[in-house]
């Protein structure tokens, strides 16, 4: 025998399997518990505006109190590229009253030959701006159909609640338009305009 250089114990083996199979089932639990978080953290970030998310409240909140302090505030408008659209902010920016309701006005084109749906995401810059920032109505809230060359107005209204951060003197309100893949087929039926005629043609034969 040569001291100290013989078979390693057959109890070693087995030792280290197992160490293996825990690291597996630690790193699958892991995994699971990261993808089931996804959908909280989305309601989390909605509801304190955490992550560039702004704060939405219902469309006839009233009481608000006014301030005479003055905030700029940038429009920012983009669109992915798997969407056809042309997509702009109709100012690039204006000057508001903190808790004063204000209006911002995006335009949209769809210039293709189809029937398109979309979908708008916001942000809101700089983050910490974003749990001040309340929109009481957006065209972000639900999906957008524009049918083929059709046009639209999409306004968002919207307040800045008087105890915003004096060390914040300008907010950026970001969208940017993703085709909606998931939409279903009845979302482009119920807003084609052919579709009313269509059947009543059917109907006179």
């Given at each position: 025998?040569?001291?100290?250089?013989?078979?390693?114990p057959?109890?070693a083996?087995?030792?280290?399997?197992?160490?293996?199979?825990?690291?597996?089932?630690?790193?699958?639990g892991m995994?699971?518990?990261?993808?089931?978080?996804?959908p909280?953290?989305?309601?989390?970030?909605?509801?304190?505006?955490?992550g560039?998310r702004?704060?939405?409240?219902a469309?006839?909140?009233?009481?608000?109190?006014?301030?005479?302090?003055?905030?700029?505030?940038?429009?920012?408008?983009?669109?992915?590229?798997?969407?056809?659209?042309?997509?702009?902010?109709?100012?690039k920016?204006?000057t508001?009253?903190?808790?004063?309701?204000?209006?911002?006005?995006?335009?949209a084109?769809?210039?293709?030959d189809?029937?398109?749906?979309?979908?708008?995401?916001?942000?809101?810059?700089?983050?910490?701006?974003?749990?001040?920032?309340v929109?009481?109505?957006?065209?972000?809230?639900?999906?957008?159909?524009?049918?083929?060359?059709?046009?639209?107005?999409?306004?968002?209204y919207?307040?800045?609640?008087?105890?915003?951060?004096?060390?914040?003197?300008?907010?950026?309100?970001?969208y940017?338009?993703?085709?909606?893949?998931?939409?279903?087929?009845?979302?482009?039926?119920?807003?084609?305009?052919?579709?009313?005629?269509?059947t009543?043609?059917?109907?006179?034969?």
């Amino acid at each position: 025998m040569r001291g100290g250089q013989g078979t390693p114990p057959p109890h070693a083996k087995p030792s280290h399997a197992k160490l293996v199979r825990r690291l597996v089932l630690v790193a699958v639990g892991m995994f699971g518990f990261g993808f089931a978080m996804w959908p909280l953290y989305g309601v989390f970030c909605d509801l304190t505006g955490f992550g560039g998310r702004a704060v939405t409240v219902a469309a006839d909140a009233t009481g608000v109190p006014k301030s005479d302090r003055q905030v700029r505030i940038r429009f920012d408008a983009t669109v992915n590229s798997g969407l056809p659209w042309v997509f702009q902010a109709q100012d690039k920016s204006a000057t508001i009253t903190l808790g004063q309701m204000s209006e911002a006005l995006y335009l949209a084109m769809n210039p293709s030959d189809e029937a398109i749906v979309g979908r708008a995401v916001y942000n809101v810059t700089p983050p910490e701006a974003s749990l001040y920032f309340v929109k009481t109505e957006c065209f972000c809230f639900t999906e957008q159909v524009l049918q083929a060359r059709e046009s639209r107005e999409m306004p968002v209204y919207y307040f800045i609640q008087p105890d915003l951060p004096d060390h914040i003197r300008e907010i950026t309100l970001s969208y940017t338009f993703y085709r909606d893949e998931n939409a279903a087929a009845s979302a482009l039926a119920a807003n084609d305009p052919s579709s009313a005629s269509g059947t009543a043609g059917n109907r006179e034969e």
